[in-house]
């Protein structure tokens, strides 16, 4: 009898846990992606481009998952004049700024996805080279390139596995500005 109920109360105890959404058999992993929430309040009407820059860096990367509106780690903001920029605040978190008259000059979703490359830890790498994201603007107007390179994206998945502990602590990754990626193109006379 008193086996019986125990197995009873066992079971119950599970059906419970397993109501609660509770999984007990299994440990967590042992790195879970992490989340990075966009906010696109304040992004005018760059909020769809940064839809599509985040479906770009999810598909390109592991280990990290840049979520809609689900919290403000990155805050993204429409602005007009004065550039482009990036201002990380730590690896993941910060705020990316995209000036309207410069979306009119680059594409808008290479700016996006650039900007955001260094809110996950990119620096600049200003070769001209259109397959690279981080060459920016150094690649012209012409390049509209919003995909990282396997290079980069890698690096990317690295840094948020967190296998680059002493970088991410020495502060390579960290709290960081970046401006001017995006040279101003000579006004046409005429
Ligand atoms: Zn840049």
Same mark, same amino acid.
């Given at each position: ?35 990075? #929430? ?7 009407? %760059? ?8 479906? =770009?860096? +999810? ?16 805050? =993204? ?9 990036? =201002? ?27 900007? =955001? ?12 080279? #259109?397959?690279?994201?981080? *060459?920016?603007? *150094?690649?012209?107007?012409? #390049?509209? +390139? ?31 500005? %970046? ?12």
């Amino acid at each position: 009898m008193t086996s019986r109920i125990s197995r009873l109360v066992a079971t119950s105890a599970a059906a419970a846990l397993a109501t609660l959404g509770v999984t007990v058999a299994n440990p967590a992993p042992a790195s879970a992606a992490m989340t990075i #929430c966009y906010n696109t309040s304040q992004a005018g009407s %760059f909020a769809g481009i940064a839809g599509q820059a985040a479906s =770009i860096w +999810n598909n390109a990367t592991t280990n990290l998952t840049l979520s809609a509106n689900c919290g403000s780690n990155l805050r =993204i903001y429409q602005i007009t004049g004065g550039g482009s920029y990036a =201002i990380r605040t730590s690896l993941g978190n910060g705020r990316v700024y995209i000036d309207t008259q410069q979306a009119q000059q680059y594409s808008p979703l290479r700016i996006m996805t650039h900007e =955001i490359g260094h809110i996950l830890g990119l620096p600049d790498n200003y070769n001209g080279n #259109c397959a690279i994201l981080m *060459s920016g603007g *150094s690649a012209g107007t012409s #390049c509209t +390139n919003p995909y990282p390179s396997t290079t980069e994206a890698n690096r990317v998945s690295n840094l948020f596995a967190g296998t680059r502990v002493a970088e991410r602590t020495t502060g390579e990754t960290g709290s960081a500005v %970046f401006r001017d990626s995006w040279p101003a193109v000579a006004a046409t006379v005429g």
